[in-house]
């Protein structure tokens, strides 16, 4: 079972994304809360992460750049999720993939699957 684990503030997206993913087989975490999220990393052992930019007064590029500066977890896709227009070009902060909100939620699964396995072979990081 791949282990899932969602950043983000807004709690009706803490509560459709493990709808989403119901049927697939994922163990989701989800959690608005970053004081302790190295522990919660270190204990849960995500496979992805989908982090909220906009996280109230954090900044979820900054909270991206320190994860994957992090050896266990540099390896570990992290997708962008944001209601606002960013280009992805000036985000630099090691992240896989943007998606914004309001997102197709097909797009998110096969999004998924394909950085979980594209991590699993070894292929180099998702260009779109």
């Given at each position: 079972m791949k282990h899932l684990l969602l950043i983000d503030d807004d709690e009706s997206i803490r509560?459709?994304?493990?709808?989403?993913?119901?049927?697939?087989?994922?163990?989701?975490?989800?959690?608005?809360?970053?004081?302790?999220?190295?522990?919660l990393i270190s204990e849960f052992k995500p496979d992805l992460i989908m982090l909220d930019i906009m996280l109230g007064v954090v900044d979820g590029r900054e909270i991206c750049r320190n994860l994957k500066v992090l050896p266990v977890l540099n390896q570990v896709p992290i997708i962008l999720l944001s209601a606002a227009t960013i280009n992805e070009d000036d985000l630099n902060c090691g992240h896989d993939l943007l998606i914004t909100k309001p997102f197709d939620i097909t797009y998110l699964e096969s999004m998924v699957d394909k950085?979980?396995?594209?991590?699993?072979?070894?292929?180099?990081?998702?260009s779109s």
């Open positions: 509560e459709m994304i493990p709808f989403i993913f119901d049927k697939s087989n994922y163990l989701i975490k989800t959690t608005a809360d970053i004081s302790a999220i190295e522990t950085l979980i396995v594209g991590r699993e072979i070894g292929l180099p990081k998702s």
